[in-house]
T-cell receptor, first 112, second 113 residues
């Protein structure tokens, strides 16, 4: 079947630290991969996406590379800020227009 | 920037009551979705809707649930007779025909007592 596994949280980092949130997937087809972010009290916002193998999605200093050989889409940021504190969700879609499959979400807190 | 809106932000209802959750998708989007997230669990797909009909639904979306696009702007989720286990955050999403990504609303927290 289709599923996404994310690293367990919560994650607490100091400002300017390096962030990695692991995401691996299983898919019956050839998926598109996404990272969504949810700030406190807000909805899910698309952070970045990649639609084919070796694509790198990037936005706001965050990056993730679609690795078909390891079925992974790890989220990274070189230097986190307090404003990055949020919950991060990895997701996949196997067929355009059909449902998204989400991971459990990883809560990130960045302290000054 | 256009966004998906949802009302109410929080709904409290008694078991057995009907609730309607409302969503206004982004205006030029044609694909609409409902998801839910029970506290501490994954975001789960409920249903997708296109061209005025359901295109896909999950096992969760049983006869107690229904969706409707009553006019050109609203997209609603109705739960006919709520159960305690329906307590969750419900997210609406929409998608433009040319894109892969779905755009989500802020969610409605449903509490069934």
């Amino acid at each position: 079947g289709n599923s996404v596994t994310q690293m367990e949280g919560p994650v607490t980092l100091s400002e300017e630290a390096f962030l990695t949130i692991n995401c691996t997937y299983t898919a019956t087809g050839y998926p598109s991969l996404f990272w969504y972010v949810q700030y406190p009290g807000e909805g899910l916002q698309l952070l970045l996406k990649a639609t084919k193998a070796d694509d790198k999605g990037s936005n706001k200093g965050f990056e993730a590379t679609y690795r078909k050989e390891t079925t992974s889409f790890h989220l990274e940021k070189g230097s986190v800020q307090v404003s990055d504190s949020a919950v991060y969700f990895c997701a996949l879609s196997v067929t355009t227009g059909n449902q998204f499959y989400f991971g459990t979400g990883t809560s990130l807190t960045v302290i000054p | 920037e256009p966004e998906v809106t949802q009302t109410p932000s929080h709904q409290v209802t008694q078991m057995g009551q009907e609730v309607i959750l409302r969503c206004v998708p982004i205006s030029n989007h044609l694909y609409f979705y409902w998801y839910r997230q029970i506290l501490g669990q994954k975001v789960e797909f409920l249903v997708s809707f296109y061209n005025n009909e359901i295109s896909e639904k999950s096992e969760i979306f049983d006869d107690q649930f229904s969706v409707e696009r009553p006019d050109g702007s609203n997209f609603t989720l109705k739960i006919r007779s709520t159960k305690l286990e329906d307590s969750a955050m419900y997210f609406c999403a929409s998608r433009h025909p040319s894109g892969y990504e779905q755009y989500f609303g802020p969610g409605t927290r449903l509490t069934v007592t």
